[in-house]
């Protein structure tokens, strides 16, 4: 089979993720966001974790070594949420975020880091982002929301 982008696509798209919403402060401080499903945990001593982001997305620009990282990793009914920072918002439904964790996460997220950037590292199309885990939690109660095929389960 020849690889190429939409074969490759295609096979990747076989392996069911989580889904998580990334959120960063830009210069004047206002939180922006995007959906990874590129998520994953690396090490455990350290605690590292890290997600992948198009070379072209605009959170990229404001990403840099030492900067605070939200990760919210999204309930089963939170898919409005995902589209939302995908670029498919809903006028009708407003993202809440919790603060009180220190940095901005989805509010009743399935699990959320804060995090610290150590590293971006150039990997073809797209950046890794490690991140230094600083703080975390998880909601017990709720399951995840899935995301496979191009469609969320």
């Known amino acids: 089979m020849e ?3 939409t074969v490759l696509k295609k096979v990747a798209s076989s392996f069911s993720t989580g889904v998580t919403i990334i959120t960063a402060k830009d210069n004047a401080d206002m939180l922006v966001g995007m959906t990874a499903s590129s998520f994953v945990s ?7 974790v890290s997600f992948f982001v198009d ?5 990229l620009d404001n990403i840099k070594t030492g900067d ?3 990760i919210s ?5 939170q898919q409005n949420i995902s589209n939302h920072f995908a670029g498919y918002p809903d006028p009708e439904k407003v993202v809440e975020f919790d603060q009180s964790k220190g940095f901005p996460v989805v509010k009743s997220a399935l ?4 995090t ?8 073809g199309d797209h950046q890794m982002v490690l991140c230094a885990v600083e703080k975390l939690g998880r909601n017990e109660d709720l399951s ?10």
């Open 68 to 70: 605070t990282i939200g």
């Open 42 to 48: 690396v090490s455990l001593d350290p605690p590292l």
């Open 3 to 5: 690889i190429n982008k």
């Open 111 to 114: 699990a959320w880091y804060i």
């Open 116 to 123: 610290k950037v150590t590293q971006l590292t150039p990997t």
């Open 73 to 77: 990793i999204l309930s089963s009914d």
């Open 55 to 59: 070379n072209n997305a605009k959170l």
């Open 144 to 153: 995840p929301l899935l995301y496979y095929s191009g469609k969320y389960l």
